[in-house]
């Protein structure tokens, strides 16, 4: 048994996910951040997410040197920041509102949520590296999240 890439991109569009821009720093010092859908909890104790990161992107390497990394999880008016960071840009950060935190990383700032976290772990993902990453720190603030669904952003209403 197997399937097209076509049945697989039409059936995976079918999950709704969350957008975030997960950020990290390369060995000479520069910045990456890159669009991420593949993103999940793993476990509450010890608290570890994961994120799933294409081997062909220009910011894989940087994962790889720096072993930390921060999820951002964009809110509903992000989606211009998920567009800046979803393609090749000569600085992604122009015009992104960012601190940076005790890793030395960007935390964007607006966001719904924000993880520090430690790379534990590297796992073979076919054309992805899977980094699992143990939840050093956490920022949260009220709003709508922005989602993603069939290939298009859509956002669903906040009531507390
Ligand atoms: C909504 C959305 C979700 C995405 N999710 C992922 C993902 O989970 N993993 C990934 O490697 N790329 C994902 N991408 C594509 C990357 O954001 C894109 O390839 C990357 O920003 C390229 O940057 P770079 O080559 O400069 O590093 C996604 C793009 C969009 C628009």
């Not at 994120?51 to 809110?75: D, P, Q, Y």
């Amino acid at each position: 048994m197997s399937v097209t890439n076509e049945e697989f991109r039409a059936a995976l569009g079918r999950f709704a996910s969350g957008v975030t821009v997960v950020t990290t720093r390369d060995r000479a010092g520069n910045l990456h951040g890159i669009t991420v859908s593949a993103f999940s909890s793993v476990s509450m104790n010890p608290p570890l997410v994961l994120i799933c990161i294409e081997k062909t992107t220009g910011s894989h390497h940087a994962f790889v040197e720096s072993g930390v990394f921060v999820v951002n999880i964009l809110s509903a008016d992000q989606r211009e920041v998920s567009n800046q960071f979803a393609f090749k840009h000569e600085n992604k950060f122009d015009g992104i509102r960012y601190r940076l935190n005790d890793l030395d990383l960007p935390v964007l700032e607006g966001c719904l949520a924000n993880l520090d976290c430690r790379v534990v772990k590297n796992y073979e993902g076919g054309d992805h590296t899977i980094f699992v990453g143990e939840v050093l720190g956490t920022s949260i603030a009220e709003n709508d999240p922005l989602i993603y669904w069939m290939g298009a952003y859509r956002v669903d209403s906040y009531q507390p």
